[in-house]
T-cell receptor, first 114, second 115 residues
């Protein structure tokens, strides 16, 4: 069975400080992992995806995530938060074998203080 | 690439009325998904299509909900009759199956309010 757990429902950081959004997954085989961002009144936008080519994945807007199989984690980081990063972030695992299945985490709302 | 296009962006209707939400997927994508997002339940998959054929509609809440995909470039989600508890943001997403990790591409959603 597959599952995704986002460990924090809310994260608050100051502008210019690092961002860490945590995600743990459970999958019985090699997962496809993604991070999406949702700004208010918008659809979800892909930030980055894990392709198994490299464990450290770089995405848009300075975000990156590291796939750690031993820890079953795929945490999202950014060295320096910007006010425009305030949004909701979703960790997602996808399976295609036996039918398309996408599991969304519950989301982490990121607040950025000036 | 215009992305996934949904219409209308906002819909306000009275209880009991029929509501039709529309979606145009990205050209060439062979999967289409309908999701519902609420504060209480988060994102819920309602139904998805592969090559215009409904594959899994187990997320459709009731018989009041129906979805069609008459061709590769158009899909509708219909609620008849609508109820206040159907108020939510409805998202359409599309994807292309390949050997790699294909993400979902989301539209901007339709915010439905049923009074």
């Amino acid at each position: 069975a597959q599952s995704v757990t986002q460990l924090d429902s809310h994260v608050s950081v100051s502008e210019g400080t690092p961002v860490l959004l945590r995600c743990n997954y459970s999958s019985s085989y090699s997962p496809s992992l993604f991070w999406y961002v949702q700004h208010p009144n918008k659809g979800l936008q892909l930030l980055l995806k894990y392709t198994s080519a490299a464990t450290l994945v770089k995405g848009i807007n300075g975000f990156e995530a590291e796939f750690k199989k031993s820890e079953t984690s795929f945490h999202l980081t950014k060295p320096s938060a910007h006010m425009s990063d305030a949004a909701e972030y979703f960790c997602v695992v996808t399976r295609r074998a036996g039918g398309f299945k996408t599991i969304f985490g519950a989301g982490t709302r990121l607040f950025v203080k000036a | 690439d215009a992305g996934v296009i949904q219409s209308p962006r906002h819909e306000v209707t009275e209880m009991g009325q029929e509501v039709t939400l529309r979606c145009k997927p990205i050209s060439g994508h062979d999967y289409l998904f309908w999701y519902r997002q609420t504060m209480m339940r988060g994102l819920e998959l309602l139904i998805y299509f592969n090559n215009n054929v409904p594959i899994d509609d187990s997320g459709m809440p009731e018989d009041r909900f129906s979805a069609k995909m008459p061709n590769a470039s158009f899909s509708t989600l219909k609620i008849q009759p609508s109820e206040p508890r159907d108020s939510a943001v409805y998202f359409c997403a599309s994807s292309h199956l390949d050997r790699g990790n294909s993400p979902l591409h989301f539209g901007n959603g339709t915010r439905l309010t049923v009074t």
